[in-house]
């Protein structure tokens, strides 16, 4: 950083000189313009201005000279060479203009490795040295790279609690603009506080999920809000249904599983779909259950709704796929009680349940994410390897 810092003060003094003398000259006032013109260029005084400008110019490059510039900076930087070089040569010979238009060079090339950088993955950004005396820059070393999901829009459902919340948490974090729904307005209203209390930008959407008319509403709030939508993750789901064994199992209560699972998916899939074949990268993730696929006694219609779910993400990912959206389902096992309930202790080979935070949304993040963007229909489980010989 020591040549960048030596290099810029060298040229604006030297630039500062040159645009002063050029400006002088121009007042037509005659003893000025002939006092200049007795002027020995180079003078002593200048020629290590000179030099410095033209040996730390390329050392101040090596050294990431864009590093540490905002295009403000290199805005004004910029007419300053530009007008002091050419101002210059009005007063002398065009040689005499060479320092400004090394120092525009050099300027140039330095935006450029900036403009570049920014558009290559994070990796680059983080072979970037942190300034040692910047604290907030030692601190989120993140705030160095782009998010992956930067400029995205996401809406995410049951996103007030558990899994949706750390979901929708996340993809705030790595740059996506996100819909918070949930029916009730002050789990909504405190998720949207964390994201915002992080830097993210989220929306919060009360609303029922077995509502259909609440389900289009919440759709165009969100592309109202941020002017489109990329990424539809339905994870909402009515946990006071009660469940019930085959012989028991009442025609209310299937309905109702299935108002709030597949039925609700598909409403936000259709209300969504226009705006996600728009956005040309469409990513739609539902959640199932490992509790279908293993078929656990007494959760007959609950086992039966997520089933649906995963028929309906095989449907569209099939449909949807020359729209260029992709539709995937993630059955997870995780830990989404409070601490009051009563859950055996987990039986699968890792010895515990996920995580939201650290084991299920970052799965979703890759699903929603560029990387998998050569998969569609699959149902991934991160499970800890509950089914490792079961169906996937």
């Known amino acids: ?39 020995n260029y180079p003078a002593p005084y200048l020629v290590p201005l000179m030099i410095a400008v033209k040996i730390l110019g390329p050392l101040a490059i090596l050294s990431r000279i864009s590093v540490p510039l905002s295009d403000l900076a290199y805005a004004g930087i910029f007419f300053h060479l530009l007008l002091s070089g050419s101002a210059h ?43 040692a005396d910047t604290e907030k820059n030692l601190k989120h070393p993140k705030e160095m790279t782009m998010g992956r999901l930067e400029g995205k829009i996401a809406l995410v459902t049951g996103a007030s609690r558990g899994i949706g919340r750390a979901t929708a948490k996340l993809f705030a974090a790595e ?12 789990g909504v209203d405190a998720v949207v506080a964390d994201i915002q209390a992080a830097g993210g930008t989220a929306l919060a959407i009360p609303a029922d999920a077995g509502n259909a008319d609440q389900i289009k509403a919440a759709v165009d709030q969100v592309v109202s809000a941020y002017g489109g939508l990329d990424i539809l993750v339905n994870n909402a789901f009515d946990a006071t249904v009660a469940y019930s064994s085959i012989l028991d199992l009442s025609t209310e209560q299937l309905q109702r599983n299935f108002d709030m699972g597949p039925t609700a998916y598909l409403h936000f899939m259709q209300a969504a779909y226009p705006h996600l074949k728009a956005s040309g990268t469409g990513r739609v993730i539902n959640f199932g259950s490992m509790a ?25 990912a099939r449909e949807w796929a020359g729209d260029k959206i992709t539709v995937n389902n993630v059955l997870p096992v995780a830990e989404t009680w409070g601490p009051e309930a009563n859950v055996p202790p987990a039986t699968n080979p890792l010895g515990r349940y996920g995580s939201p935070e650290e084991d299920i949304a970052p799965v979703v993040l890759f699903l929603v994410s560029k990387d998998a963007q050569f998969m569609t229909g699959y149902s991934l489980t991160p499970d800890g390897g509950s089914i490792i010989d079961g169906a996937r």
């Open 175 to 186: 740059g996506a603009k996100v819909g918070v729904l949930s029916r009730t307005p002050a």
């Open 89 to 131: 040569l009005g007063v002398r010979k065009p040689q005499g203009a060479s320092p400004a238009l090394i120092g525009l060079v050099l300027l140039a090339a330095s935006f450029t490795t900036q403009n570049t950088a920014r558009a290559v993955p994070s990796r680059l950004h983080m072979q970037w040295p942190a300034r």
């Open 292 to 316: 279908g696929i293993i078929g656990l006694a007494g959760m007959g219609p609950y086992n039966m709704a997520k089933e649906a779910v995963r028929a309906l993400t095989r449907t569209a």
């Open 1 to 39: 950083m020591t040549a960048t810092i030596l290099y810029w003060i060298s040229t604006l003094l030297l630039s500062l000189l040159y645009f002063g003398s050029a400006t002088l000259y121009l007042t037509k006032t005659e003893w000025v313009r002939q006092t200049l013109a007795d002027l």
